[in-house]
Every structure is written in C-alpha cells, then in structure tokens.
C-alpha cells in the first residue's frame, strides 16, 4: 500500500512520476498569552510522510480553515481540545483529497473535510475525533467544505433557526455579520421568513457587502457608528434575535434594544478572545433579560454534529435555487496561515478566511484521476 501511495498523481500529470513524500507543516513555536497571535509563534518545518499503518489514510490537503478558536488551541486547548506543545502541527479543519488508504470507509479519490492540520498531507485513523466527513456535493466549489457547506455554515443555519429559534416576522441582528459564520445569515433568515435582518461589520467596504451581495436589509458600521443610535434608527420597534459573535460592549448595547420573548444565540465573542478570561466583559444591561422576556443561549456546534447532515442539505439546497451566496476571502498558499488566522483578529478577512494550500485544488474534481470506476 505504502508503494502505491508513493505514485500519488496529480491533475496536471495524473501518472505522474513518485509524487515527493515530504510534508511541510505548521507547528507552534510560542503561545500568544495575553496578546495578539504573531507570525513568529508559529515555524514552518519540512518532515517525511510516516508509512500508512492498518486503519490509516493519506489526505493531500487542498484547502485550510482559519478560525478564531486557533488562537485557544494555542493556548489552553479549548472547544474539548488539548493544549497544542510546542513542536506539534497546528490544529485546523481542512479540504482534502484522499491519496492513499487502509481504512475500509476511505478510498483514494475521496473528497473529504476534517481536521487535517495545518500541512499538506496529514495521516489520520478515521476515527471520530478527525472528524472526517465525505464531501459528495457537486454544486459548489470545494472550499465551501470548510465554508459553507461545512463547519462553518452549519453554525450559521443551526445557530440562528435551533438556537435562536428564529420565527417568520422576527427582526433579527448579526454582529460580525462580514464573517465566516455571519455572511451567510441574513439569507437563511431571509428564506425562514425574517421581516428585516440588520448586520453589524468593521468598515464600510464590509457594510456596503452586507447589502449589496449577502441579503442584509441594512448595516452598521461599528468602527465609524454609534451603535446604540443606529440600532434605535435601523430596528425601530427592536429586535426579536441576535446572533452574536462578539460578545462585551456590542452584545451589551444589543440588549437595549430587545423586543418581548426575544433570543440571543451566543455563538462567539470574539472582541473578548484577546483579554483577561478571569476579568470578562460585565453585562451592564442585563435587566433587559428580565424586562423583555428574554432568553440568552450559547452552544457550541461540535455538541450538534447529529444535526449537520439536516443543515448541509439546506444549505446545499439553497445554493442550488440560487437563494444563498456565499463569501470566500481566499489567500494562496500554506506559507499564508499564520496571516489567516491574524487576520481574523484585525477584521482584514471579508467572508470564510480560507487557505488554498493546493494551486490546483478545484481542479482534482474534475480529473478525479485516482476513481478508476
Ligand atoms: N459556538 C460555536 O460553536 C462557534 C463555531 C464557529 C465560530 N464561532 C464563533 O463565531 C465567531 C465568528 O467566527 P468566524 O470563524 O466566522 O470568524 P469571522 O467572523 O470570519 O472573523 C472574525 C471577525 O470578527 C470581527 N472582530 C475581530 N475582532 C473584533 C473585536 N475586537 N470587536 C468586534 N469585532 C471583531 C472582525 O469583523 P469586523 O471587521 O466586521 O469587525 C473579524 O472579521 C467567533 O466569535 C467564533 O469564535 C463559534
């Protein structure tokens, strides 16, 4: 098995000669404790592909995640997962192709998404902790493995109509609304019956996406507007949910603005990532809840994983009657990770920040070369 997988092909040159067996990968160099991630915490070193044992495939990775839990497996582990030590491959979901396989589930030729790591070839058992879904959709790019049509936007579609329980009529706001997990919100609310779904983003480039390309009736600036004034000019009679990514001063000044029964999905809170987690963010306005009835709820979407295949074909579906556009900010190359995953704290990304560690990866789908039948 070993042998064959040392004749890996690629779409340029599908019998081409022995494909190079090394693999460069991302480890971590230092933890970004009470600061920012910089690029210098992370080195990018050069290692053999180890030999396939009983059970283990091969993945050539074609697409790498960046998302905002990173910077917590840097740390203190995080989302049920160890501290990384220094040395070990970053942790990160991915796009890849199957190259070579000992496990009965998995064949050459297979597209799948899970947690690959931050390198080019990644070795893993197929057990549940990897995570490795098969990717059999046709309609959309295979990026959206990691974007919408994965982790990602089943956050999205589960967040806002499980958690938040969102209802026909409901007026709805996003914060992060320009992200991964907010770009595509709008359109799903609008598709269940939302009345007016306003988004929150970073800059007016990001705004004028909002309304333009990704469904949003209305956005906020929150880098050159008042929040609260806006709220009150933009959702008139309140709000009956709010997805929230951000957490402390935006979740806080939301909370003014609850309509009767309202529902907050916590989903993130990400202004709170880079700060003391003993000293957090104090809710001022929490007699709001009480006032307006309502109800605050976090999740975290690996506690819904039973759920994923109802919201993959949703969301495939809605791509598929042209209802649901999705937002892609794609940098070239694994050198690129670290930049990725900083980007997300800076507000740079416009869309899913996703890595193309493969130049050729759309491509592989359409030559398959490994399928024989
Ligand atoms: N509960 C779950 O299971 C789950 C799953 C996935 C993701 N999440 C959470 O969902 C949120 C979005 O994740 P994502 O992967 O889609 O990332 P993302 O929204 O694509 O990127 C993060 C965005 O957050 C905004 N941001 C960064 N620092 C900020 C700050 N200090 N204050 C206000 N806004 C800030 C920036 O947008 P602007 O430039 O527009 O401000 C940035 O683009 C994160 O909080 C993440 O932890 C939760």
């Not at 091969?58 to 995080?78: C, D, F, K």
């Not at 109802?310 to 999705?326: P, V």
């Not at 997300?344 to 050729?360: E, F, I, M, T």
Request: proline fraction near 6%.
């Amino acid at each position: 098995m070993w042998e064959d997988s040392a004749q890996m092909p690629s779409p340029s040159n599908p019998s081409s000669p022995p494909y190079p067996l090394h693999n460069r990968q991302w480890t971590l160099a230092d933890r970004a404790v009470g600061r920012a991630v910089r690029e210098s915490d992370f080195a990018l070193v050069t290692r053999p592909v180890p030999p396939l044992r009983e059970g283990e495939l091969l993945t050539r990775t074609l697409y790498l995640s960046a998302a905002p839990v990173m910077r917590r497996y840097m740390l203190q582990g995080g989302a049920g997962e160890k501290p990384l030590q220094f040395g070990e491959v970053m942790r990160g979901r991915g796009v890849g192709v199957v190259v070579a396989s000992r496990n009965p589930r998995f064949a050459p030729g297979d597209f799948v998404q899970g947690k690959l790591g931050w390198q080019e070839f990644s070795v893993s058992d197929g057990s549940p902790y990897f995570m490795m879904y098969k990717i059999a959709q046709r309609i959309a790019p295979l990026s959206t493995g990691i974007g919408v049509l994965g982790v990602t936007g089943f956050t999205s579609y589960l967040g806002l109509l499980d958690v938040a329980q969102m209802q026909p009529g409901d007026r709805v706001l996003v914060s992060a609304a320009a992200g991964g997990v907010g770009s595509s919100i709008a359109q799903i609310a609008k598709r269940y019956g939302a009345s007016r779904v306003v988004g929150i983003a970073g800059g007016p480039e990001k705004c004028r996406m909002l309304v333009e390309r990704l469904g949003y009736d209305a956005a906020i600036d929150h880098r050159a507007e008042d929040l609260h004034e806006r709220l009150g000019a933009l959702l008139p009679d309140g709000l009956d949910v709010m997805f929230d990514n951000v957490g402390g001063a935006t979740l806080d000044t939301a909370l003014l603005h609850l309509r009767p029964d309202a529902r907050i999905a916590l989903c993130g809170r990400i202004s709170e990532y880079l700060g003391d987690e003993e000293q957090p963010y104090a809710l001022r306005n929490y007699q709001w809840l009480h006032k307006r009835y309502a109800t605050m709820r976090s999740f975290f979407i690996y506690r819904m994983e039973e759920d994923f295949p109802r919201a993959e074909r949703a969301m495939a579906g809605m791509i598929a009657a042209g209802a649901l556009t999705f937002a892609e900010d794609v940098l070239e190359g694994l050198e690129r990770m670290p930049e990725a995953l900083i980007r997300l704290y800076s507000g740079a990304n416009h869309g899913k920040q996703v890595v193309r560690v493969d130049p050729q990866a759309e491509s592989y789908r359409d030559l398959n070369p490994w399928r024989s039948a």
